[in-house]
């Protein structure tokens, strides 16, 4: 006997779905009994004449945590009771138990039945059931809002239940050959109407079969015409979701608290209730759905009143939901500068007094809302909390309204050799409120070991509180510092020197659990630098070059600058050149040194070519790491400051700021800001830095500057005129400097 084998050979796998989906399936289909709904199981098991769930050898047990609460929602729906210690079924458990569906659905058909609603139990049922695909909303976007506009006809004021309802109902209504064109035109899934039919035609026949309960074929509710009947179908529906409750919190943002675990969730887009523009108090909800958010669905409204004809009780404490309920304080009246100084840049004054408002009263859920287009401020708190929440707000604003009406501008009288001119200080309207003749300190430096944890304005209300004095001005201090300056908070400006003085006898006191260094500052705020600043841009890439770039110029240009480029050595390698192939003005340069930056390859390019270039940049690869901002403006100030002259050791010559790069740059930026009066010296310090490379970075990126000067020339009118021509001709001569802008202006007669 000859038996032949055929080996198979490797093949291919097509799945109609993708690589993610596919390694994130559970290895084995869940087991029959975890699909069973537990509230099914404990009553077939309580059926069996087990007494004790819990003890009870399951084949997949659920979590003890998960049966208990099973026991709960059954004895809310009064399918068991509790006898001795022992749990038994009630005679609607034993219904439950022949009708073999989820227990609350169950109750919901059983308690439409004693109210001569059995039709429209048995209905509920089903759409709850198929709740999530009986609304059509697919395709493009312009379909999905048709669709929503279609669904606004159904929408019912009492929520989801009443509005599925009415769609059967209308749909039941017309005859077997309308119904698919129906469900069609009104974007209505006809599948699950015909599955909603099917499971209702199953339930009539457990009905009639199991308890001999005829249901009847006629509908008693008619959602066009309110009636005893919605009533009583809200209170059926609240019996059997009562494991369901969740209160309006009383804040948009917070959405509605689920009453049994506390968390807060919003209604579902598609929710009925949305359509006419409610927020009811108290709502019950067939489940929360998770996607990105959780929501509440199949949501329907109720009467705070029928949570007291709940029997048994709901497993939560109604008395402590209400008081938890978030009550809105509108503040009136405020100005839009008040507002702004209340927010704080990037609202980040808000966010403080938020939480410090949360801290007092130990509730995350308190919340402040500002409308600036009607100069309101909203406070949301619980009656027991708004008292506080309250005085806390006012404070602020009244301190805010304070430093507003004292606000003051310090300048120097005239820019002397000496180390503390006089200075004045302006209120509104240029009033001078004071002027120091006597070179007396006016502001404080105020330092502490934990910046970033202070709380400004609680900072500046603890100064006003202790000086009984008035805050002129505040400047805190930006960019970056040595190391012995890591600790500078800013500097506060008072109205005399007396409050000067009691602010500095503050030194040493507990603020935020360390002690503040108050030191008296030089006269004159914080003016670091006296004159106009003196401002750098710097850059260096941060992805090395790919060995080509991209010239653009016009169209008509292109074949000229070929000619031009023809055997060109960039960099003492002779590169190649060619016409862009996604663009067809701009030339291709290849072959060039990898490590040349955009201005060694531009210069050379410029020169090689007499026409006019409108774009030049190099194609660069994937980014390199690069040391952290911190440390590289650490090695900044290290390059300038053997450049700079020692002066005031409070008073930085020389700001530098590292900006984090986005993903898509191509180049580390870097701010620096030199005292506007050390031109000369912050000239040689970018001289010095030009072209180098920072530590930690590599050899190809070289820094490169882009020089800021600011210079102006103020003459009187007389003094002018006469010199105009030969000032014009001065200034001409800078137009064909490269970087070079300026601008003259008649000055005023005097």
């Known amino acids: 006997m000859n038996i032949s084998h055929k080996c198979l050979g490797p093949g291919v796998c097509y799945r109609l779905y993708t690589k993610v989906d596919y390694q994130s399936m559970d290895l084995n289909q869940e087991s029959e009994i975890r699909r069973v709904h537990l509230g099914v199981a404990v009553l077939r098991i309580l059926a069996l004449g087990v007494k004790d769930v819990l003890g009870f050898d399951f084949v997949d047990a659920p979590s003890p945590s998960s049966i208990d609460m099973a026991i709960k929602n059954l004895i809310q729906l009064r399918a068991i009771e509790l006898n001795y210690d022992v749990h038994d079924l009630t005679s609607e458990g034993w219904c439950l138990v022949r009708m073999g569906i989820e227990p609350r659905l169950g109750k919901l058909i059983l308690g439409c039945f004693k109210h001569g609603l059995g039709r429209e139990g048995i209905i509920l049922a089903a759409v709850m059931a198929n709740a999530s695909s009986i609304f059509c909303r697919v395709g493009s976007e312009f379909d999905k809002q048709r669709s929503d506009c279609l669904k606004v006809q159904f929408c019912h004021c009492d929520g989801d239940l009443f509005t599925l309802l009415s769609v059967y109902k209308e749909w039941e209504a017309l005859p077997r050959e309308r119904k698919n064109k129906w469900c069609w035109e009104n974007s209505i899934n006809a599948k699950s109407m015909r599955r909603c039919q099917d499971t209702i035609l199953e339930l009539e026949t457990c009905l009639e079969r199991e308890h001999d309960i005829v249901t009847p074929s006629y509908w008693l509710w008619d959602p066009c015409m309110?009636?005893?009947?919605?009533?009583?179908?809200?209170?059926?529906?609240?019996?059997?979701?009562?494991?369901?409750?969740?209160?309006?919190?009383?804040?948009?943002?917070?959405?509605?608290?689920?009453?049994?675990?506390?968390q807060h969730v919003q209604l579902h887009p598609s929710c009925s209730l949305l359509v006419f523009a409610q927020k009811p108090s108290w709502v019950v909800f067939g489940e929360l759905l998770s996607i990105s958010n959780?929501?509440?669905?199949?949501?329907?409204?109720?009467?705070?009143?029928?949570?007291?004809?709940?029997?048994?009780?709901?497993?939560?404490?109604?008395?402590?939901?209400?008081?938890?309920?978030?009550?809105?304080t509108t503040l009136s009246g405020l100005g839009c500068i008040l507002l702004k100084r209340f927010c704080g840049k990037a609202n980040c004054n808000l966010l403080a007094l938020v939480s410090r408002i949360r801290k007092a009263c130990m509730d995350e859920r308190i919340f402040i809302e500002v409308n600036v287009d009607n100069n309101e401020i909203h406070l949301y708190a619980s009656s027991n909390d708004m008292d506080i929440a309250l005085g806390l707000v006012n404070d602020v604003l009244e301190y805010e309204r304070k430093w507003l009406r004292t606000e003051c501008m310090d300048k120097f009288l005239y820019h002397g050799s000496g180390f503390s001119p006089p200075v004045a200080l302006f209120g509104s309207g240029a009033e001078i409120k004071h002027l120091e003749l006597e070179k007396r300190s006016l502001s404080v430096d105020v330092c502490h070991p934990n910046i970033n944890e202070i709380d400004d304005k609680e900072l500046l209300m603890f100064f006003e509180k202790n000086t009984s004095g008035c805050i002129c001005a505040v400047h805190k201090f930006t960019g970056?510092?040595?190391?012995?300056?890591?600790?500078?908070?800013?500097?506060?400006?008072?109205?005399?020197?007396?409050v000067v003085r009691r602010a500095a006898e503050l030194d040493g006191q507990e603020f935020c659990g360390s002690s503040l260094k108050i030191v008296p500052s030089q006269l004159g705020g914080d003016k670091t630098f006296s004159f106009p600043a003196v401002k750098a841009r710097i850059s260096w890439p941060r992805r090395l070059s790919r060995g080509f770039a991209i010239v653009k110029c016009d169209i008509k240009d292109v074949d000229y600058i070929l000619r031009d480029f023809y055997n060109l050595a960039v960099g003492g390698r002779y590169v190649r050149c060619e016409v862009g192939k996604k663009s067809m003005d701009s030339v291709v340069i290849n072959g060039l040194d990898k490590e040349l930056s955009e201005a060694e390859i531009s210069d050379v390019l410029r020169t090689a070519t007499t026409r006019r270039i409108l774009d030049f940049f190099l194609v660069r690869g994937e980014a390199v790491g690069n040391p952290p901002c911190s440390a590289l403006?650490?090695?900044?100030?290290?390059?300038?400051?053997?450049?700079?002259?020692?002066?005031?050791?409070?008073?930085?010559?020389?700001?530098?700021?590292v900006f984090a790069p986005e993903p898509k740059d191509a180049f580390m930026r870097a701010l620096i800001t030199f005292d506007g009066r050390l031109h000369l010296e912050a000239a040689k310090a970018l001289e010095q830095i030009e072209g180098k490379v920072l530590p930690g970075c590599l050899s190809w990126q070289k820094i490169k500057c882009q020089q800021l000067f600011h210079s102006s020339l103020t003459f009187p009118t007389p003094v002018y005129r006469v010199i105009k021509e030969q000032l014009d001709e001065v200034l001409a001569s800078f137009r064909n400097l490269k970087g070079n802008t300026f601008s003259s202006v008649d000055a005023c007669k005097l």
Request: hydrophobic content about 35%; proline content about 7%; overall charge neutral.
């Open 226 to 262: 309110p009636s005893n009947h919605d009533k009583n179908l809200k209170r059926v529906i609240l019996f059997s979701l009562a494991e369901n409750v969740a209160m309006y919190s009383g804040c948009n943002q917070l959405g509605y608290e689920v009453a049994q675990t506390g």
């Open 294 to 328: 959780q929501y509440l669905v199949c949501v329907s409204a109720f009467d705070f009143q029928s949570l007291y004809d709940l029997c048994p009780a709901p497993l939560f404490d109604v008395s402590k939901m209400e008081e938890r309920k978030l009550l809105m």
């Open 480 to 498: 970056n510092m040595r190391d012995g300056d890591r600790d500078k908070w800013g500097r506060i400006i008072f109205m005399s020197p007396d």
């Open 633 to 657: 403006e650490e090695a900044l100030l290290k390059e300038i400051y053997p450049f700079l002259p020692k002066r005031n050791p409070h008073i930085s010559p020389c700001r530098v700021q």
